[in-house]
Each structure stands twice: as structure tokens, then as C-alpha cells.
């Protein structure tokens, strides 16, 4: 069963749920959480789509899907013998509670789980610099095309520098999918071959 945006209220798989009824949150673990087990950061991610989504999702059931069977545990029994899963479930229940927000917890297999395979690529693959040396280049490459960059072709919904992006992240709000932000050794090879193509990058 799924809420929607606008209230409305069905039945469906994981697969089935309206595009305007999903809500995505994408981010990169730092070099601390990288260090915790999987169960916690797990944990901690759906607190992170609560955080970026409450307002939205006010007043709402929310069907969660969760491939993690301690995370399962942990928040339909409302505790843990983890002190660091207690640490997020207090996150957790607090954002509930405060934009009156019920959870229904649907355990799936992980190969059902879109977000599964991209959450196992490694920070490698997925760098970005910082935001001032992006915004310097961003001016650069603006004034060497003559026009406004466009698209953002190797990205995430917060490394991106244009509207239009691409990613390898499960992200419904991409243009495209399955484009890899080229690892550092990779980035040479992916110029050529851009110049090749005539692209204007």
C-alpha cells in the first residue's frame, strides 16, 4: 500500500508505486560512516530521505521498503541491542512524531530493491569536487562554450551542476541512467572520446 502526494491511497509492489508518489534521497557515506556496519548506516539512510522529505510527507502513511532485516526489526519493534541503531531510531521516530508521520514496513528481497546495486559503488567512482572549485570551473566552462552548461552528464542530485543530469544512482529525476561519473584514471579517455564525438563539453 503506498500514500501518495495528493493523499490518494493503493495497493502495488515495489515496482507498481506512482512515480509522484516516491520519494529518492542520494548521498555519499564520509569517511567516518563508511566505518559503521551496514545495519546502522542503513538505519541512518532512512533518516536521511525522512529528513530531506517531511514536509512532504506530512501527515502521511508512508510504505518503506527495506532490504535489511535488522532495520526491519529495529523499527517495527522500536528497539535494538545496537547502540548506534538506538542512536538512529531515536532520529527517526522523532521526525515521525513530529510531521505526524506513520510508517508501514514491507521487508523485500535485495534483488527487488532498485537502490541496492547503486548503493554498493564505491566512493571511487563516485567523487565530485568542492562546491567553490566547482563553481569556479562552471564560469570557466561557460565562458570557454559561449553559452550555459546544460547538462551535467557525470553527477548526482547533489553534485550536480545543471538542472539536466545524469547518474548511476537510482534516480527518477535524471535524465538518464547507468552513466558513470569516470573514475580519476578514466577522466583523459573520457575527453578524447567526447572531442571525438564533436560534443561540446
Not at 35 to 63: R, W, Y
Not at 64 to 90: F, K, W
Not at 128 to 134: A, K
Request: charged share 20%; hydrophobic share 40%.
Amino acid at each position: 500500500m503506498y500514500t501518495d502526494a495528493s493523499g490518494r491511497t493503493g495497493f502495488g509492489s515495489v515496482l507498481d508505486v506512482p512515480l509522484e508518489a516516491r520519494r529518492v534521497h542520494g548521498s555519499f557515506w564520509s569517511s567516518e560512516e563508511m566505518q559503521q556496519i551496514i545495519c546502522v548506516k542503513e538505519l541512518k539512510a532512512v533518516k536521511l530521505d525522512l529528513i530531506e522529505h517531511a514536509t512532504a510527507l506530512q501527515g502521511h502513511t508512508v510504505l518503506l521498503y527495506q532490504d535489511n532485516i535488522a532495520v526491519v526489526g529495529c523499527l517495527r519493534n522500536l528497539t535494538s541491542t545496537s547502540p548506534a541503531m538506538m542512536v538512529e531510531l531515536h532520529a527517526v521516530l522523532k521526525v515521525l512524531d513530529e510531521f505526524q508521520i506513520r510508517f508501514q514496513i514491507v521487508y523485500i528481497l535485495s534483488e527487488l530493491n532498485p537502490a541496492d546495486a547503486p548503493s554498493r559503488l564505491c566512493s571511487a567512482d563516485l567523487w565530485s569536487l568542492s562546491p567553490r572549485i566547482q563553481k569556479q570551473l562552471l564560469v570557466r566552462a561557460q565562458r570557454e562554450l559561449g553559452s550555459a552548461v546544460n547538462m551535467d552528464a557525470f553527477a548526482c542530485r547533489r553534485s550536480k551542476v545543471a538542472s539536466i543530469y545524469a547518474t548511476p544512482l537510482h534516480d527518477p529525476t535524471a535524465t538518464g541512467m547507468d552513466r558513470l561519473n569516470p573514475p580519476l584514471e578514466l577522466l583523459e579517455q573520457v575527453s578524447t572520446r567526447s572531442s571525438l564525438k564533436g560534443a561540446r563539453a
